[in-house]
């Protein structure tokens, strides 16, 4: 019922930026949260960034102050701006919304993913 598509991913430069953006389409009357996780090859998938309707964010301190997240509630849409890029940054970068309510009757009780973009930051 809900679809989310992620764009910006690639392959960059330690040191440069990227900005993904994800946007969510389908029956939805609201998202609680929308947010960004990664996950890196061996490791579980993680919490880069989060951002309720309301505009309270949650950044991950391994981002903080490189990451910023942002979200445009009419547009159900998502976006995070990364900037000094590290190798260790390299991930598939999976969009999240959280709390979806499909009609104004129902609980905000639904979870979906997006399929996931890869970042890669290498020289």
């Known amino acids: 019922q809900v679809q989310l598509v992620e764009s910006g991913g690639g392959l960059v430069q330690p040191g440069g930026s990227l900005r993904l953006s994800c946007a969510a389409s389908?029956?939805?009357?609201?998202?609680?949260?929308m947010g960004w996780y990664r996950q890196a090859p061996g490791k579980q998938r993680e919490l880069v960034a989060a951002?309720?309707?309301?505009?309270?964010?949650n950044v991950a301190d391994s981002v903080k102050g490189r990451c910023t997240i942002s979200r445009d509630n009419a547009k159900n849409t998502v976006y995070l701006q990364m900037n000094s890029l590290k190798p260790e940054d390299t991930a598939v970068y999976y969009c999240?919304?959280?709390?979806?309510?499909?009609?104004?009757?129902?609980?905000?009780?639904?979870?979906?993913w997006g399929q996931g973009t890869q970042v890669t930051v290498s020289s």
């Open positions: 951002i309720t309707s309301d505009g309270t964010t």
């Open positions: 389908g029956t939805i009357f609201s998202i609680h949260a």
């Open positions: 999240n919304a959280d709390g979806v309510r499909h009609y104004w009757w129902t609980n905000p009780a639904h979870d979906y």
